[in-house]
């Protein structure tokens, strides 16, 4: 049987603002070890007030170039998320899934959909 570890994002960070990748990336330093584990990780949004997707690609985002979806949806469950908040987790992690997918590409659409802003402008 898997364990199980629950993770306060709230207690990692150290506050209610959640909003830099450094401390993003001390969150996604936990799930990545408990996931390479093989163990369930329960992460817990509890007493976080603010989140930005800078934060959340840290943390959660480049948990997809190591791992599977298929291991993240197995091994990663969030929890006590604002309904907001788990929307913009949603798109985190649909842009962290084709960068993943293809990262040489992505980077390529991303270059030309600047180019193609600045030279309208």
């Known amino acids: ?5 629950k993770i306060s ?10 909003v830099a990748s450094e401390d ?3 969150v996604h330093d936990r799930l990545a070890a408990v996931i ?9 949004f509890h007493n976080v007030s603010t989140l930005t997707s800078a934060f959340l690609n840290a943390a959660i985002g480049q948990l997809y170039g190591p791992f599977s979806e298929e291991q993240i949806r197995c091994l990663l469950k969030v929890e006590e998320m604002a309904p907001e908040d788990a929307a913009l987790l949603k798109r985190v992690v649909e842009t962290a899934k084709l960068y993943f997918k293809d990262p040489q ?7 030309e ?3 193609d802003e600045q030279d309208g402008a």
Do not use: D
Not at 1 to 5: A, L, P, T
């Open 1 to 5: 049987m898997k364990r199980e570890m």
């Open 9 to 18: 994002v709230y207690e990692v960070v150290g506050s209610p603002l959640c």
């Open 24 to 26: 993003g990336q001390k």
């Open 36 to 44: 390479g584990a093989g163990h369930r990780a329960i992460l817990s």
């Open 105 to 111: 590409r992505f980077e390529q659409v991303v270059r």
């Open 113 to 115: 959909t600047l180019e």
